[in-house]
Structures are given as C-alpha cells and as structure tokens.
C-alpha cells in the first residue's frame, strides 16, 4: 500500500538583504536594519549645534527609513534663554509644534505676507503651521524645548537669513533693487548673521561675546 502524499506549496526563493546590495523591497530593507526606533532627545544626534543658543535634531526617513510608510518626520530643538530660531518655512509639508519645556515667542507669518498668529508658547501647547507659513520663535527668560511632526518623511527647510539663506544665495544688484536699498544695506542684509545656521544667539549675547573678544 502506497503512502498517502499530501500536497505542498512551492517553495519561492528566499530573499535575503546582503550587505551593500540592500534589499529587494522596502519592507524587507525594514526588517534588514531592524531599526524602528530612535531617541531624538540625544544631543549627539544633533544636526545643528550652537553652544551659546541651542540645538535642532532632525529625524526623516533618510535616518528611519520605516518613516516612508507613515509619510512623516520629526524634529526635536532646544533654544536656550533669549536664543532664536531663525525665520524659515516647510517647503513640502504642515507641521504641528508642540512645547515640551518652558516658552517661547511665536510669530507665523502666511505665504502672502500677512502675520496669522504672534504670541506665547507655552509648555503642553500646540501650534499647526501650514505649508509655506513662515515661522520664528525666540526663547524667554528659560530654556524653551520643542518638538516638531511634520507631514512629510523628508520635510525640506528654508531659511530667511543665515548661512544658507535664501537672501545669501541672491546677488547684491537683485536686492538692491528688489528692497530699494543701498550697496552697502544690501550687504548687511546678505550677511548680518555671519555663518550662523538656524540658530542665532541674542543680541545681548552677541554684545558680550565681541566685549569678551
């Protein structure tokens, strides 16, 4: 008497990540680097650091790449007292801000130029900001810390001012013309933060730093 067989699948090949030829699919490159989480309160995992006015850690999924599935981002700062964060809007998403620690003062500003919101900040409060929105907000007498989520998992910034500002990037001539101004304001516009980034110290702080030099 003949053995019963019992019907079985096919087996597919089995896919593998192997190192520096990554995955053949985006799930799998998930469960390869097996890395769902990251803490970015770590100030070693800080992408702008100014000793004298705070930090900002950003988290997209370039660093996590599971945030491609849920198409968000984060962003985790901290000013410290009387510091700025430089004048910027999201160029690909809405944000939502929420306070962690101490306030801040917030002004929001719409893609035409009309300011939707200026006022305080405060710990356990929340501020949406739509795309395109410009927003700045500057530390009080404490140490302000926030965080943002944003509707994109690779959220692009731009600045107003700073190192990689907009207004750094234009010929003196277009905002001479542009702002009916001077050479020589049109230069102090194009430079007045030297090679700071995002964020900016108080001018009382600058004042005592060029005293101490």
């Not at 190192?163 to 049109?186: D, F, H, Q």
């Not at 030297?194 to 730093?209: D, V």
């Amino acid at each position: 008497m003949r053995e019963q067989e019992v019907p079985q699948p096919e087996r597919e090949p089995r896919q593998e990540c192997q190192e520096g030829r990554g995955c053949q699919s985006n799930l799998l490159e998930v469960y390869c680097t097996l890395k769902i989480t990251q803490n970015i309160g770590d100030p070693r995992l800080a992408d702008y650091f100014n000793p004298r006015a705070g930090r900002i850690t950003t988290l997209n999924s370039q660093k996590l790449p599971i945030l491609r599935f849920v198409q968000m981002s984060a962003v985790r700062g901290l000013l410290r007292p009387n510091a700025i964060r430089s004048p910027h809007w999201n160029v690909n998403a809405h944000s939502i801000v929420y306070a962690l620690r101490g306030y801040s003062r917030v002004q929001v500003v719409g893609h035409r130029g009309q300011t939707v919101f200026v006022g305080e900040l405060r710990q356990g409060q929340l501020l949406v900001v739509p795309q395109y929105f410009a927003m700045m907000f500057q530390a009080q007498r404490e140490t302000f810390e926030w965080v943002s989520i944003k509707t994109n998992d690779n959220a692009m910034v731009n600045h107003f001012v700073g190192k990689t500002s907009a207004l750094r990037g234009m010929p003196v001539e277009v905002l001479m013309n542009s702002y009916c101004i001077s050479r020589e304001e049109a230069m102090q516009l194009k430079f007045n933060r030297g090679n700071e980034l995002a964020l900016f110290t108080s001018k009382i702080e600058r004042e005592a730093i060029r005293t101490s030099a």
